[in-house]
């Protein structure tokens, strides 16, 4: 009976905690690292999504759930994150299964951001390709909504972080007329959403970048 | 003849006259009896008209005119004609005989007597009868040649049939001119015995009464009315088949007419006019039909160019507007068969319609603006009339349009860069030519072109309209000199092959080779400045220092108060820090316009490039967070008036200004030795250049035909040039010792001095002034001979200078990794003597003695410490193998040595023992750093780690990783030998996994290699799974995904450095906002809505407004556009 009453404590404490750990409630905003294979280095900088949403809380009021959290292409809860983000420096591979999994998902109200944190550009975009042939990528012009539906960036998407010193390029892949893939190409947007002692950026274009992913937010809420 | 047959004759003769008279007593009876009744009815009916007899009246009318009629033919016809008949007694042969004798005068009465004579059976009786036969042989000899017809009386029917024919002549005219009246008269008295109302008063005149009208025709009726005023007039109308009339009052006008308009009448209409109950007479307006247009149709087919889909016009929409080179197509449907038809031009051509039954269609093509009518012919001969006149309209073809976004000035460009070209072009309908043209407009050895060379541009795709078009121009092969000036720009051709393709250019601009000369100069010029720039603002930092160790003097104790004074000097303060601040912000914008124009144009050795890169990202960490949060404080501290929290920040902004001012000393220190370097990169670089040129020359001379003054003149002028070179090149070397003899213990002044006297030796000068000389008298070989002397002479001065480049390099790496090998034996040292201490802290008793000997070992350590710092400080101005990290690692270590002997003071021997674990920990990390430093220059071969060294490392590690990958999966199946080559392998994974970690660490340590890499940590986790899983036998898919995404990894972050390193930035930094224009608006989301608004403003074009207008239609369809842009 003892041990029974100690199993009965122990999963009462469990469950306590874990109430505890999930306080934020499950309707609110999440962005989800999305997990791929290939080598690059999908789980970098695990700190912009947090500082990020908390940005967008703050800045926005929208209820946001300010953690990092990944998934895999292959797992079934991908269908339940609207917002992938995907990053790193290296390549990426998608199997056919991956690609048609990720074609489903967008084609079926989901949303990808790619950043290329420097080396991504060529495997991101063979790949997209996979998940979405007879798309292509195109760069969204200043007047484009996204640039403009929160913050105002007259000149598209701001420039993080130096790469090869190219101008910063937003481009974006449309299925029935709706933004679904969002790529940024020489910016890094995401560098800004990192912690200050990451990159070591000015703390001006920490909040440029942060601002510029409040709209892509904004963004994919309303559109 | 016998006296029967004579009579026979007579009886016979007679009886035709009989005949011929009956017949014209029918004939002259029925002319009487026609014009008396004839006299009679008109009588009647004038009478009737006059007088409008009652219904007794007309039946005594009528019944007489009957009776009349009846008499006259009974008596005038009908008698003679029952005579002709022999149905009534006509005359006897006597009476008839009688009258032929009274006609005939020869006959006389003889025919009558011989009648009687024969019919008188007994005459022979009492007359003799041969006397009778002598009589009637005598009558019928005279009477043998007399027709007895001619008896007959016809004089008076030529006078009844005139009569007749003016009775009846009088009829017809008095119907035709008075139908009304006389038909009325003639209908009443026929129905006699109805009742009719009295006559009308007035009579109306009604023109144009009946009569054909062309389909459509509006017709005006025109009533004039004689009589009595018949007040109000109406007209009466209905088409024909109608049963009911439709009414309208006529519009009188002043002289007494009246007047009506029928709209345009398509169908055969009755109409009279009444008033006052009184019906005028009927009149029918019937409608001819003559063909027309019933339905146009025009299909517009424009230019295959263009890209426009066919277009169909609205039907009966005749004004076409289409671009030149259209097809027009008309297809017509007429009311009716057409038997042919055509378009009439303006320009008086005429195009005939092909005809198919009631159908019609022509096509042509449209090339002038012109207009026209059709004009069509039905099966019977009708034309078609007032054909509607259509206008053929052409809409321009705008030229297309081209803007050069890079380059958007004239620009200084190296040898070989390719420069990158954006042009952005436009056009209505698309683009069929795209090229760069350019020219030679300015040389020193050649004369300018006259004309553009082109080089074809790649274009968009077919139907763009707008695009941005990039392009890599690679100079390379315009083989420029240095001071070369190209004059250059872009054309663009619409795609029009109707008009002709129009083009349009770009802005000129001119792109130039400056001379290794300028490019030198200037990158002087920006050394000076920016060391003049660091040297000002290290002055200002140190008068600066002053005024803040005054304030912190002033507000030192706690109970000194805080005047305004202080504020002020607080304020100015802050103030001159600022400027100090914006001026090493200036000074760093100069280097890195110097290193990029050096960079460009490759005047530096792949070693020099990368020192002055490392000087960059120093100078981008000198504005460091901590020291603007430091002055930030001050700030608030101020604002504050708290003399404690001034204290504090200033305390603060202490510790951070002293390393901002240390970090512009230690600058200004390694970029007066990096312009060493580049100094003598530059004498290479010069030497290099100078040996080309000559060797060139002397290729030249050769090949110069002997005789041939003016090129050997020429040839001259470029020894000439080779010769300044070499002067600026002595200049430079003196410039160069100079600079060296600041650092006469690190730099090879003695082979600097030695190269100097060689070339003063050789006098390299004396033997080009001979060559030129040489040449301008035309002696080649002897030019020739002297120029290999030249050309020896400058190898042996190239070969020197390169010496002294490697050993300058090699004796600062000697005498850096030397210090830093001190540092590091002096740091173990202190890590050895530190555990000692604490060792011996550990055993002390509360209350011993040693207590203050530790202390004192504890401050001469830390005394030494400091001297260790103290020399890597002054490393540090020499060389970016000195890290931050380091000196932290050290100031942990003093912190905890301080910390230590504080507690040693007080006693407390566990505090101490603890911290001065903490102190030799500290030591032990700073030892660390500086192996993995000196580690990484010697792999590197340069002053820190360098990208080279993270290079091959990485490199090293691929391939490993590549072996091990590769052998783990030829193991099969897993024997006891596969098993053991599994954990060989396994150890190399683990092997592989520590030097990855170890290298990670070193690129920590020596700063932002770290964000080159990326995060190495989770593929030294795989590495450790693939460990275990080797280890453990299981190795499975996973394992080998693993395998793969470790290898690709390595290999990507061996290809990040790589493609860094070809950059002028290979350090990752905070981005520079880039201005450019917009990518064109988005096609393929808004493709449909695009094509829309396209079509919708092509329509809106071809409404035929003026050319202002449409401007303004274009104009607002791009705004429509733009304002779909932003709504998206």
């Given at each position: 009976?003892?041990?029974?009453?100690?199993?009965?404590?122990?999963?009462?404490?469990?469950?306590?905690?874990?109430?505890?750990?999930?306080?934020?409630?499950?309707?609110?905003?999440?962005?989800?690292?999305?997990?791929?294979?290939?080598?690059?280095?999908?789980?970098?900088?695990?700190?912009?999504?947090?500082?990020?949403?908390?940005?967008?809380?703050?800045?926005?009021?929208?209820?946001?759930?300010?953690?990092?959290?990944?998934?895999?292409?292959?797992?079934?809860?991908?269908?339940?994150?609207?917002?992938?983000?995907?990053?790193?420096?290296?390549?990426?591979?998608?199997?056919?299964?991956?690609?048609?999994?990720?074609?489903?998902?967008?084609?079926?109200?989901?949303?990808?951001?790619?950043?290329?944190?420097?080396?991504?550009?060529?495997?991101?975009?063979?790949?997209?390709?996979?998940?979405?042939?007879?798309?292509?990528?195109?760069e969204?012009?200043?007047?484009?909504?996204?640039?403009?539906?929160?913050?105002?960036?007259?000149?598209?998407?701001?420039?993080?972080?130096?790469?090869?010193?190219k101008p910063?390029q937003?481009?974006?892949?449309?299925?029935?007329?709706?933004?679904?893939?969002?790529?940024?190409?020489e910016?890094?947007?995401?560098?800004?959403?990192?912690?200050?002692?990451?990159?070591?950026?000015?703390?001006?274009?920490?909040?440029?970048?942060?601002?510029?992913?409040?709209?892509?937010?904004?963004?994919?809420?309303?559109? | 003849?016998?006296?029967?047959?004579?009579?026979?004759?007579?009886?016979?003769?007679?009886?035709?006259?009989?005949?011929?008279?009956?017949?014209?007593?029918?004939?002259?009876?029925?002319?009487?009896?026609?014009?008396?009744?004839?006299?009679?009815?008109?009588?009647?009916?004038?009478?009737?008209?006059?007088?409008?007899?009652?219904?007794?009246?007309?039946?005594?009318?009528?019944?007489?005119?009957?009776?009349?009629?009846?008499?006259?033919?009974?008596?005038?016809?009908?008698?003679?004609?029952?005579?002709?008949?022999?149905?009534?007694?006509?005359?006897?042969?006597?009476?008839?005989?009688?009258?032929?004798?009274?006609?005939?005068?020869?006959?006389?009465?003889?025919?009558?007597?011989?009648?009687?004579?024969?019919?008188?059976?007994?005459?022979?009786?009492?007359?003799?009868?041969?006397?009778?036969?002598?009589?009637?042989?005598?009558?019928?000899?005279?009477?043998?040649?007399?027709?007895?017809?001619?008896?007959?009386?016809?004089?008076?029917?030529?006078?009844?049939?005139?009569?007749?024919?003016?009775?009846?002549?009088?009829?017809?005219?008095?119907?035709?001119?008075?139908?009304?009246?006389?038909?009325?008269?003639?209908?009443?008295?026929?129905?006699?015995?109805?009742?009719?109302?009295?006559?009308?008063?007035?009579?109306?005149?009604?023109?144009?009464?009946?009569?054909?009208?062309?389909?459509?025709?509006?017709?005006?009726?025109?009533?004039?009315?004689?009589?009595?005023?018949?007040?109000?007039?109406?007209?009466?109308?209905?088409?024909?088949?109608?049963?009911?009339?439709?009414?309208?009052?006529?519009?009188?006008?002043?002289?007494?007419?009246?007047?009506?308009?029928?709209?345009?009448?398509?169908?055969?209409?009755?109409?009279?006019?009444?008033?006052?109950?009184?019906?005028?007479?009927?009149?029918?307006?019937?409608?001819?039909?003559?063909?027309?247009?019933?339905?146009?149709?025009?299909?517009?087919?424009?230019?295959?160019?263009?890209?426009?889909?066919?277009?169909?016009?609205?039907?009966?929409?005749?004004?076409?507007?289409?671009?030149?080179?259209?097809?027009?197509?008309?297809?017509?449907?007429?009311?009716?068969?057409?038997?042919?038809?055509?378009?009439?031009?303006?320009?008086?051509?005429?195009?005939?319609?092909?005809?198919?039954?009631?159908?019609?269609?022509?096509?042509?093509?449209?090339?002038?603006?012109?207009?026209?009518?059709?004009?069509?012919?039905?099966?019977?001969?009708?034309?078609?009339?007032?054909?509607?006149?259509?206008?053929?309209?052409?809409?321009?073809?705008?030229?297309?349009?081209v803007t050069l976004l890079s380059p958007s000035?004239?620009?200084?460009?190296?040898?070989?860069?390719p420069v990158n070209l954006l042009a952005k072009i436009?056009?209505?309908?698309?683009?069929?030519?795209l090229?760069l043209?350019?020219?030679?407009?300015?040389?020193?050895?050649?004369?300018?072109?006259?004309?553009?060379?082109?080089v074809?541009l790649p274009l968009p795709?077919?139907?763009?309209?707008?695009a941005l078009i990039p392009y890599r121009w690679s100079?390379?092969?315009?083989?420029?000199?240095?001071?070369?000036?190209?004059?250059?720009?872009v054309?663009?051709?619409?795609?029009?092959?109707?008009?002709?393709?129009?083009?349009?250019?770009s802005?000129?601009?001119?792109?130039?080779?400056?001379?290794?000369?300028?490019?030198?100069?200037?990158?002087?010029?920006?050394?000076?400045?920016?060391?003049?720039?660091?040297?000002?603002?290290?002055?200002?930092?140190?008068?600066?220092?002053?005024?803040?160790?005054?304030?912190?003097?002033?507000?030192?104790?706690?109970?000194?108060?805080?005047?305004?004074?202080?504020?002020?000097?607080?304020?100015?303060?802050?103030?001159?820090?600022?400027?100090?601040?914006?001026?090493?912000?200036?000074?760093?914008?100069?280097?890195?316009?110097?290193?990029?124009?050096?960079?460009?144009?490759?005047?530096?050795?792949?070693?020099?490039?990368?020192?002055?890169?490392?000087?960059?990202?120093?100078?981008?960490?000198?504005?460091?967070?901590?020291?603007?949060?430091?002055?930030?404080?001050?700030?608030?501290?101020?604002?504050?008036?708290?003399?404690?929290?001034?204290?504090?920040?200033?305390?603060?902004?202490?510790?951070?200004?002293?390393?901002?001012?240390?970090?512009?000393?230690?600058?200004?220190?390694?970029?007066?030795?990096?312009?060493?370097?580049?100094?003598?990169?530059?004498?290479?670089?010069?030497?290099?250049?100078?040996?080309?040129?000559?060797?060139?020359?002397?290729?030249?001379?050769?090949?110069?035909?002997?005789?041939?003054?003016?090129?050997?003149?020429?040839?001259?002028?470029?020894?000439?040039?080779?010769?300044?070179?070499?002067?600026?090149?002595?200049?430079?070397?003196?410039?160069?010792?100079?600079?060296?003899?600041?650092?006469?213990?690190?730099?090879?002044?003695?082979?600097?001095?030695?190269?100097?006297?060689?070339?003063?030796?050789?006098?390299?000068?004396?033997?080009?002034?001979?060559?030129?000389?040489?040449?301008?008298?035309?002696?080649?070989?002897?030019?020739?001979?002297?120029?290999?002397?030249?050309?020896?002479?400058?190898?042996?001065?190239?070969?020197?200078?390169?010496?002294?480049?490697?050993?300058?390099?090699?004796?600062?790496?000697?005498?850096?990794?030397?210090?830093?090998?001190?540092?590091?034996?002096?740091?173990?040292?202190?890590?050895?003597?530190?555990?000692?201490?604490?060792?011996?802290?550990?055993?002390?008793?509360?209350?011993?003695?040693?207590?203050?000997?530790?202390?004192?070992?504890?401050?001469?350590?830390?005394?030494?410490?400091?001297?260790?710092?103290?020399?890597?400080?002054?490393?540090?101005?020499?060389?970016?193998?000195?890290?931050?990290?380091?000196?932290?690692?050290?100031?942990?270590?003093?912190?905890?040595?301080?910390?230590?002997?504080?507690?040693?003071?007080?006693?407390?021997?566990?505090?101490?023992?603890?911290?001065?674990?903490?102190?030799?920990?500290?030591?032990?990390?700073?030892?660390?750093?500086?192996?993995?430093?000196?580690?990484?220059?010697?792999?590197?071969?340069?002053?820190?780690?360098?990208?080279?060294?993270?290079?091959?490392?990485?490199?090293?590690?691929?391939?490993?990783?590549?072996?091990?990958?590769?052998?783990?999966?030829?193991?099969?199946?897993?024997?006891?030998?596969?098993?053991?080559?599994?954990?060989?392998?396994?150890?190399?994974?683990?092997?592989?996994?520590?030097?990855?970690?170890?290298?990670?660490?070193?690129?920590?340590?020596?700063?932002?290699?770290?964000?080159?890499?990326?995060?190495?940590?989770?593929?030294?986790?795989?590495?450790?799974?693939?460990?275990?899983?080797?280890?453990?036998?299981?190795?499975?898919?996973?394992?080998?995904?693993?395998?793969?995404?470790?290898?690709?990894?390595?290999?990507?972050?061996?290809?990040?450095?790589?493609?860094?390193?070809?950059?002028?930035?290979?350090?990752?930094?905070?981005?520079?906002?880039?201005?450019r224009e917009?990518p064109p608006?988005?096609?393929?989301?808004?493709?449909?809505?695009?094509?829309?608004?396209?079509?919708?403003?092509?329509?809106?074009?071809?409404?035929?407004?003026?050319?202002?207008?449409?401007?303004?239609?274009?104009?607002?369809?791009?705004?429509?556009?733009?304002?779909?842009?932003?709504?998206?």
């Amino acid at each position: 009976m003892k041990k029974v009453q100690h199993l009965f404590l122990a999963l009462l404490i469990g469950t306590g905690v874990s109430l505890a750990q999930s306080g934020t409630p499950a309707s609110a905003f999440a962005i989800t690292r999305l997990k791929y294979a290939g080598g690059g280095d999908w789980y970098n900088d695990p700190s912009s999504e947090v500082n990020l949403l908390t940005f967008v809380h703050n800045a926005t009021g929208i209820d946001t759930d300010p953690r990092y959290q990944f998934v895999d292409i292959g797992d079934d809860a991908l269908f339940t994150h609207p917002f992938l983000f995907m990053t790193g420096h290296g390549n990426i591979a998608f199997s056919e299964t991956d690609a048609r999994r990720l074609r489903m998902y967008l084609e079926n109200g989901g949303f990808l951001y790619a950043d290329d944190d420097y080396g991504m550009d060529k495997p991101f975009r063979r790949e997209i390709r996979k998940v979405l042939p007879g798309e292509e990528l195109v760069e969204l012009p200043f007047s484009y909504g996204l640039y403009h539906c929160q913050f105002e960036f007259p000149s598209g998407v701001p420039k993080t972080h130096e790469h090869n010193g190219k101008p910063p390029q937003g481009f974006g892949i449309f299925l029935h007329g709706r933004l679904v893939v969002y790529y940024t190409y020489e910016s890094n947007p995401s560098d800004g959403w990192a912690d200050p002692d990451v990159h070591g950026d000015p703390e001006d274009k920490r909040q440029e970048a942060l601002r510029f992913g409040t709209n892509l937010v904004v963004w994919v809420l309303t559109h | 003849m016998d006296t029967t047959g004579l009579y026979d004759e007579i009886h016979r003769r007679l009886a035709a006259v009989r005949r011929k008279q009956n017949t014209a007593a029918v004939i002259h009876g029925a002319a009487f009896s026609g014009a008396l009744f004839l006299t009679a009815v008109l009588l009647a009916l004038i009478g009737e008209e006059i007088i409008n007899f009652s219904v007794g009246g007309r039946t005594v009318l009528f019944w007489t005119l009957v009776l009349l009629a009846l008499a006259l033919f009974l008596w005038r016809i009908g008698r003679p004609l029952g005579r002709l008949a022999e149905i009534l007694h006509g005359e006897s042969d006597l009476e008839t005989a009688r009258d032929v004798g009274r006609r005939i005068g020869c006959v006389n009465d003889r025919l009558v007597n011989a009648l009687q004579l024969l019919a008188e059976g007994d005459a022979r009786r009492i007359y003799s009868g041969d006397l009778v036969d002598a009589a009637l042989a005598d009558l019928r000899a005279d009477c043998e040649g007399i027709d007895f017809t001619s008896a007959v009386d016809r004089a008076g029917t030529p006078l009844t049939g005139r009569l007749l024919a003016a009775a009846f002549l009088s009829c017809v005219l008095l119907f035709a001119l008075f139908p009304t009246a006389f038909f009325g008269a003639a209908d009443r008295l026929l129905h006699f015995n109805e009742a009719y109302a009295a006559a009308s008063p007035f009579r109306f005149v009604v023109e144009p009464g009946s009569r054909e009208i062309i389909k459509g025709e509006t017709v005006p009726i025109r009533v004039r009315v004689t009589g009595e005023n018949p007040g109000e007039v109406s007209i009466a109308f209905r088409r024909r088949g109608d049963l009911a009339y439709e009414e309208a009052v006529l519009r009188a006008d002043g002289a007494g007419e009246y007047h009506h308009q029928f709209p345009p009448v398509t169908e055969t209409t009755e109409y009279y006019i009444h008033a006052r109950g009184i019906r005028g007479d009927d009149y029918t307006l019937t409608v001819i039909d003559r063909p027309l247009v019933r339905q146009l149709r025009i299909t517009v087919l424009p230019p295959a160019y263009s890209g426009l889909p066919v277009r169909r016009q609205e039907d009966n929409v005749g004004d076409v507007a289409a671009l030149r080179g259209a097809a027009i197509r008309f297809d017509i449907e007429a009311s009716k068969v057409l038997k042919s038809g055509e378009i009439a031009l303006s320009d008086s051509a005429v195009l005939p319609l092909g005809i198919a039954g009631s159908r019609a269609h022509a096509a042509f093509v449209l090339m002038k603006e012109r207009s026209y009518h059709i004009s069509l012919r039905d099966s019977a001969g009708t034309g078609s009339v007032d054909p509607v006149e259509y206008t053929l309209r052409i809409i321009p073809d705008a030229p297309p349009a081209v803007t050069l976004l890079s380059p958007s000035e004239n620009l200084d460009v190296t040898d070989t860069t390719p420069v990158n070209l954006l042009a952005k072009i436009t056009d209505d309908y698309g683009f069929s030519r795209l090229r760069l043209a350019y020219k030679l407009v300015q040389s020193k050895y050649e004369k300018p072109e006259q004309e553009f060379t082109y080089v074809p541009l790649p274009l968009p795709p077919s139907g763009t309209i707008e695009a941005l078009i990039p392009y890599r121009w690679s100079i390379a092969g315009l083989h420029l000199v240095p001071e070369d000036v190209i004059s250059f720009y872009v054309e663009v051709f619409d795609n029009d092959v109707i008009s002709g393709p129009k083009s349009a250019i770009s802005e000129i601009y001119s792109l130039r080779l400056p001379s290794m000369d300028e490019v030198f100069a200037q990158a002087d010029k920006g050394h000076e400045a920016s060391i003049g720039g660091m040297q000002d603002a290290l002055k200002q930092a140190q008068e600066a220092r002053k005024e803040m160790e005054e304030l912190t003097q002033s507000v030192r104790s706690p109970a000194d108060k805080l005047e305004w004074q202080d504020r002020r000097k607080a304020e100015d303060l802050l103030k001159k820090y600022g400027e100090v601040k914006a001026k090493m912000d200036s000074v760093r914008a100069a280097v890195d316009r110097m290193v990029d124009d050096m960079s460009k144009n490759r005047v530096l050795s792949p070693e020099t490039l990368e020192k002055y890169q490392e000087l960059q990202h120093m100078m981008d960490q000198m504005s460091s967070p901590e020291f603007a949060e430091a002055m930030k404080q001050l700030q608030q501290a101020m604002q504050q008036m708290s003399p404690d929290a001034l204290r504090q920040a200033m305390q603060q902004f202490n510790f951070s200004e002293e390393t901002f001012r240390k970090s512009i000393e230690r600058t200004l220190n390694l970029l007066k030795r990096i312009q060493i370097e580049q100094k003598v990169d530059e004498a290479v670089r010069r030497t290099e250049q100078m040996m080309k040129q000559q060797e060139a020359l002397k290729e030249n001379t050769g090949k110069t035909p002997a005789g041939d003054r003016d090129r050997m003149e020429q040839l001259a002028k470029e020894q000439k040039e080779v010769q300044e070179h070499l002067q600026s090149l002595g200049a430079q070397m003196e410039e160069l010792q100079k600079k060296m003899e600041d650092f006469p213990a690190e730099m090879p002044l003695a082979e600097l001095k030695h190269a100097r006297q060689e070339m003063a030796q050789d006098s390299l000068a004396r033997t080009m002034e001979s060559i030129s000389r040489d040449m301008v008298q035309m002696q080649p070989e002897e030019a020739s001979r002297q120029q290999q002397q030249a050309l020896a002479s400058m190898g042996k001065l190239g070969e020197h200078l390169r010496s002294m480049q490697k050993e300058m390099r090699q004796n600062q790496q000697r005498q850096v990794l030397n210090a830093m090998r001190r540092s590091l034996r002096d740091l173990l040292d202190l890590s050895k003597r530190e555990e000692t201490l604490k060792d011996e802290s550990e055993r002390l008793e509360p209350n011993s003695r040693r207590f203050r000997d530790n202390e004192e070992a504890q401050m001469d350590a830390m005394r030494d410490l400091g001297t260790v710092a103290e020399g890597l400080a002054a490393l540090s101005q020499r060389t970016f193998g000195v890290t931050p990290e380091m000196g932290k690692s050290i100031g942990d270590a003093m912190r905890s040595m301080n910390d230590a002997m504080r507690s040693l003071q007080q006693r407390n021997r566990a505090a101490a023992s603890q911290q001065q674990t903490d102190a030799m920990a500290s030591l032990n990390e700073a030892a660390q750093k500086v192996e993995d430093s000196m580690n990484g220059m010697q792999q590197g071969g340069g002053q820190g780690m360098g990208l080279a060294g993270l290079m091959q490392r990485l490199q090293r590690l691929s391939q490993q990783q590549g072996g091990i990958n590769d052998a783990s999966r030829n193991l099969g199946g897993m024997t006891p030998e596969q098993a053991a080559e599994m954990s060989r392998l396994a150890g190399e994974q683990g092997m592989v996994r520590k030097s990855l970690e170890q290298l990670a660490r070193e690129a920590a340590s020596a700063g932002d290699l770290k964000k080159l890499m990326g995060d190495m940590s989770q593929i030294a986790r795989d590495m450790t799974e693939v460990q275990t899983d080797m280890t453990s036998g299981n190795f499975n898919p996973e394992t080998v995904r693993k395998e793969d995404r470790i290898l690709s990894r390595l290999l990507d972050a061996q290809r990040s450095t790589r493609e860094r390193d070809f950059e002028k930035k290979r350090t990752s930094t905070a981005g520079q906002d880039v201005t450019r224009e917009s990518p064109p608006s988005l096609t393929l989301t808004a493709g449909q809505e695009k094509d829309r608004l396209r079509r919708d403003m092509q329509k809106a074009l071809e409404e035929g407004y003026a050319r202002e207008y449409e401007d303004l239609i274009r104009r607002y369809f791009e705004i429509l556009e733009q304002l779909e842009s932003q709504n998206r």
